[in-house]
């Protein structure tokens, strides 16, 4: 006994609606807010420009990895500024959820030792091991203490790696 199409259609029009609810990923954002500070030592450095390329977070649970690609500020890590309160690399929209790694991908950096300044090459990529929870509609906040080796900033050719410190969460 077959039924006639205008039967079969609501309940297959259903069976969709439900397949596709039960199926589709969550599609809540929330905000992650990344912020950098160095530990720093007097020397004839007065200031550290870094640039950011991208920073990467990983959710866990996931294959995959949310890239966040923006116009990111240049950030002076050895300003007295940055002493009081840390230097926001990025605040952007990301799916909600526990993250639980990041890697920063640097472009260039320019050091200002004794008046003159001089280009470093891009530091290798960071990856830090954290976790941050980004609720729907909420915040994430990462704050990112890294240390660096000074002397490499002397030589013929500055290079600068980052160590990385601490990554706390607010």
């Known amino acids: 006994y077959s039924f006639p199409a205008w039967?079969?259609?609501?309940?297959?029009?259903?069976?969709?609606?439900?397949?596709?609810?039960?199926?589709?990923?969550?599609?809540?954002?929330?905000?992650?807010?990344?912020?950098?500070s160095a530990l720093i030592s007097p020397s004839n450095?007065?200031?550290?420009?870094?640039?950011?390329?991208?920073?990467?977070?990983?959710r866990e649970g996931f294959l995959n990895w949310t890239t966040i690609s923006q116009s990111f500020p240049v950030i002076d890590l050895l300003s007295p500024t940055s002493q009081s309160t840390p230097q926001t690399i990025t605040s952007a929209s990301v799916p909600s959820g526990r993250?639980?790694?990041?890697?920063?991908m640097f472009s260039n950096s320019t050091v200002l030792i004794s008046g003159q300044i001089?280009?470093?090459?891009?530091?290798?990529?960071?990856?830090?091991?954290m976790t941050m929870l980004v609720a729907p509609n909420g915040n994430g906040d990462l704050l990112l203490i890294v240390a660096f080796d000074y002397a490499t900033l002397f030589a013929d050719t500055p290079s600068l790696s980052f160590i990385l410190v601490s990554a706390s969460t607010a």
């Open 99 to 104: 993250y639980d790694s990041m890697k920063i």
């Open 7 to 36: 039967r079969r259609a609501p309940f297959i029009a259903l069976l969709i609606i439900i397949f596709v609810i039960a199926y589709a990923p969550a599609t809540t954002q929330g905000t992650a807010t990344v912020r950098l």
């Open 45 to 58: 450095i007065s200031h550290l420009y870094i640039s950011i390329s991208s920073i990467q977070l990983h």
């Open 118 to 129: 001089r280009p470093v090459a891009a530091p290798p990529a960071l990856d830090a091991n």
